[in-house]
T-cell receptor, first 115, second 110 residues
């Protein structure tokens, strides 16, 4: 099956710093990648949809200047949380979808803790 | 915006009992997917339903898509401890974006 990786799996940072999370599709080309955020015991909330080579589409209420998304190649998308604050602490999960099918394959997630 | 609700939020069952979670969308869906997330893990794709009234089975799991394509259900027969986790539905819109339901957390008591 398709494999999606995320790096890092866990990060702790100080308030005010920026954190970059990478999402890679390892064995398929992903024209579309999705970024989700999940708070404890809550559902996954779609943050943005990222298409290779174009600007990401952000969901209502998600600040595009705070959550920078880059999808420069068919196998890599990055999410940068700029000037992170404690309320940004969450589990961030990416998913990727190939060109010819609708199923999303999820990465293992990145747990961000902002002190 | 699109809202996808699931009930119940939590369910505790004795091992061997059946379990059902219901998913309701505020808008008509193009398709629906179901995922299972184990504690500490990431969502794992279970199935996708596309057709109105569609029913699919995977061993002890039965998935249904409503006639109006606004609701869906997942039924597990004779639960086992390995069924523990949170089950999410995700409704797909015409743009092929998926919006996750609120999830149902299943606890199976041995």
């Amino acid at each position: 099956g398709a494999v999606v990786s995320q790096h890092p799996s866990r990060v702790i940072c100080k308030s005010g710093t920026s954190v970059k999370i990478e999402c890679r599709s390892l064995d398929f080309q992903a024209t579309t990648m999705f970024w989700y955020r999940q708070f404890p015991k809550q559902s996954l909330m779609l943050m943005a949809t990222s298409n290779e080579g174009s600007k990401a589409t952000y969901e209502q209420g998600v600040e595009k200047d705070k959550f920078l998304i880059n999808h420069a190649s068919l196998t890599l998308s990055t999410l940068t949380v700029t000037s992170a604050h404690p309320e940004d602490s969450s589990f961030y999960i990416c998913s990727a979808r190939g060109t010819s099918w609708d199923t999303q394959y999820f990465g293992p997630g990145t747990r961000l803790t902002v002190l | 915006g699109q809202q996808v609700m699931q009930i119940p939020q939590y369910q505790h069952v004795q091992e061997g009992e059946d379990f059902t979670t219901y998913c309701n969308s505020s808008t008509t869906l193009s398709n629906i997917q179901w995922y299972k997330q184990r504690p500490g893990g990431h969502p794992v794709f279970l199935i996708q339903l596309v057709k109105s009234g569609e029913v699919k089975k995977q061993k002890r799991l039965t998935f249904q898509f409503g006639e109006a394509k606004k609701n869906s259900s997942l039924h597990i027969t004779a639960t086992q401890t390995t069924d523990v986790g949170t089950y999410f539905c995700a409704g797909g819109d015409t743009g092929n974006q998926f919006y996750f339901g609120t999830g149902t957390s299943l606890t199976v008591i041995p």
